[in-house]
Every structure is written in structure tokens, then in C-alpha cells.
């Protein structure tokens, strides 16, 4: 399925430029300090990029064929609402699991 | 509570870190079940989440190259994802600066969202901590998290195939990463920033090589740092 080549090209540059960023400023840089456009941007990396990430999942989920899924949708939903009240990742997902298991049962 | 010994830091970390067994642990299996099912074999498996130990970059990755993305999109997005890790670095540099040169490069290594989440919180909480002091927390929390990340890979790697269908698993990573999203839209940057990255990358869902997603996430990050500019909302 996935190339042997690429695989390990990925496994291999993922590893070594994660490592080169948590090295970068602690082993590297040392104390001196950064711009501060560079430390506000880093800030929002993880919340701009895994939303995009997970967007047309829900909406187009590969495992329907690209089909709105309303099990699936439903799990998303909750997951988020969950998410925001509780701020408990463990909790959201438990509730989202059990949404997605209920709406897939009621599906058939 | 704060006895000045290099012990008692140590165990501090290890109890505030240990409750979050339950989100990692989850989450390695499900990375060594998914890369299971990806075709990837058990070397392999283990050889991402140790070079790598970082679960929503290993799954990006993995769920791009599965999409048949090219490699450079499949590296720069998935380092995107990882691109805080340098702003925790950034941030630990005047808590461990000091350290000997070999000390950092092995706690480089270690950093992840637990480790600095909670230790950036308690080196605020203690500024009379020394660097020993300050260190040990660190390894406190890093030893009840990464160790189980490696275990816990496996475990997922070996029942891997055997989880049948019904159990739709190919939803697990969206749930996964909406519940870790979700806390994180503390401040009105930071759910611009997320909007933004799920309209834009909807729009841009058509460009080949999934470009879609760096463009949404470019974007995204864009807008969260302005807003924080505008706003200036002082940050953690």
C-alpha cells in the first residue's frame, strides 16, 4: 500500500525535524529571545493545522466513499461539544465513541 | 510540600503526570492499530512513535501517506503539526537552559505536550526552583508518559488487524484529534485561527496533493497570530 521508500523518508524526516525543533532553541539557541511574530505564530500551529486536518474527514469520511454520514457526523458533534464543556480530551472521546456506536447501531 | 531535595520534584512530576496515562495511552494503541492496518509492519510501527513521539504528527503522516500524498506534503504537514514543539522548546530555554549541552539534548528529545504543559506551569509556580530542581520535575513527568508511548504502540501494533470492521475505527483519529483540539480554543485567536483551518481546507479540498491542508493551516496560523497582535492578549 504505502511505498517503502516514502515510508521511511516520512518516518525518518518526521522524526529528525521534530527532534531539530525541540532542540532548536534549548540546545541551539540558548537564551537569547525571539521575535515575538515568530513565538505568536508557533503558538497557533496546532490549532490551525488538525482542524484542516479532520474537516473533510467528518464530512466526507474515505470509509462511506466520500458520503455525509450522519453516525459519523453526529460522533464529530458531540466529540466537539463535549470537548468544549468538559475540556476533558479522555471525556469527549468516550462520548464521541458512544455516539458513533449508538448512530452506526441505529443505522443497522 | 516543597522540600528542597531533587527527590521530591521528581515525584511531583510523576503524580501530576501519571492521570495522563489515560489520554496517551489510548492514543499509542490507536497509532499502533492504525499503522497496523496501513500495512505498516511492526519495525516500522515502533521505529515512527520512538523517533517520532508526537501522536497527531505520527497520524498525520500516516493518514496522508495512505491518501497517496506526495512526500514533501506529507513532511510539511505533518512538521507543521510539530512546529509547537519548538515554541515549547523556546519557552523551556530559560528553565534548562543551563544544563550541560548532552542533559538538553536528551531532554530535548523528551519534550511533548505533557512534559512541557506541566512543567512550564510548575518552573511559574516555583521561580525559586534550581536548575536540578527544575530538571527533575521535568524527568518526573516525562517518566510515567513517554515510556508508556513505546508500550502502548505495540500493544495497538500487535491486536492491530484483528479489530474487525463494525468497530469503525477509520473515525477514531477524527475523534481523537477534535477532543484534543477542543480545549485547546481557549481564546478567540485560537478558535479564529481553528475556523478558518476548517473553511479554508474545505474550499481547498479539490487541489491536488493535498495541498488544501497547508494552505488552511498557513492561513490559520496567520490569523491567530494577528488576532493575538490586535488583541494583545498576553498568552500562557
Not at chain 2, 495512505?66 to 523551556?92: C, E, G, I, K, T
Amino acid at each position: 500500500m504505502i511505498d517503502q521508500t516514502t515510508l521511511w523518508t516520512v518516518i525518518i524526516g518526521i522524526g529528525l525535524g521534530s527532534y531539530l525543533f525541540r532542540f532548536g532553541f534549548i540546545g541551539i539557541i540558548g537564551n537569547r529571545p525571539l521575535p515575538p511574530w515568530i513565538l505568536r505564530h508557533l503558538r497557533y500551529t496546532a490549532v490551525a493545522v488538525l482542524p484542516g486536518l479532520v474537516a473533510p474527514l467528518v464530512l466526507w469520511p474515505p470509509a462511506t466513499g466520500g458520503e455525509l454520514d450522519a453516525p459519523r457526523l453526529a460522533a464529530a458533534v458531540v466529540t466537539v461539544g463535549v470537548g468544549i464543556t468538559t475540556r476533558n480530551p479522555l471525556i469527549a472521546i468516550i462520548f464521541g465513541a458512544c455516539t458513533l456506536y449508538a448512530g452506526l447501531y441505529l443505522a443497522g | 510540600m516543597t522540600r528542597q531535595t531533587t527527590k521530591s520534584p521528581f515525584w511531583m512530576g510523576c503524580r501530576d503526570a501519571a492521570p495522563f496515562l489515560l489520554v496517551v495511552g489510548p492514543f499509542a494503541v490507536l497509532f499502533g492499530v492504525v499503522a497496523t492496518e496501513a500495512g505498516l509492519n511492526l519495525l516500522e510501527t515502533m521505529t515512527f512513535s520512538v523517533l517520532v513521539i508526537a501522536g497527531a504528527a505520527q497520524l498525520t503522516g500516516l493518514q496522508l501517506m495512505v491518501d497517496q500524498a506526495p512526500v514533501l506534503v506529507v513532511l510539511a504537514s505533518a512538521l507543521a503539526v510539530n512546529l509547537r514543539m519548538a515554541m515549547y522548546s523556546a519557552s523551556l530555554t530559560p528553565h534548562l537552559g543551563g544544563a550541560p549541552l548532552w542533559t538538553r539534548a536528551l531532554a530535548a528529545y523528551f519534550i511533548v505536550d505533557q512534559s512541557y504543559g506541566l512543567s512550564i506551569l510548575k518552573f511559574e509556580q516555583n521561580p525559586g526552583w534550581d536548575l536540578r530542581q527544575k530538571l527533575a520535575y521535568f524527568w518526573g513527568t516525562v517518566a510515567p508518559v513517554c515510556p508508556f508511548w513505546y508500550v502502548f504502540t505495540m500493544v495497538g501494533a500487535l491486536i492491530g488487524t484483528s479489530i474487525p470492521e463494525s468497530f469503525a475505527l477509520d473515525f477514531a483519529l477524527p475523534i481523537c484529534f477534535l477532543a484534543i483540539i477542543t480545549p485547546m480554543l481557549r481564546t478567540r485567536a485560537h478558535l479564529s485561527a481553528a475556523l478558518v483551518s476548517i473553511v479554508l481546507s474545505l474550499l481547498f479540498a479539490w487541489l491536488p496533493y493535498n495541498l488544501g491542508l497547508l494552505v488552511a493551516g498557513l492561513a490559520g496560523m496567520m490569523t491567530g497570530a494577528e488576532i493575538e497582535r490586535r488583541t494583545e492578549v498576553t498568552h500562557d
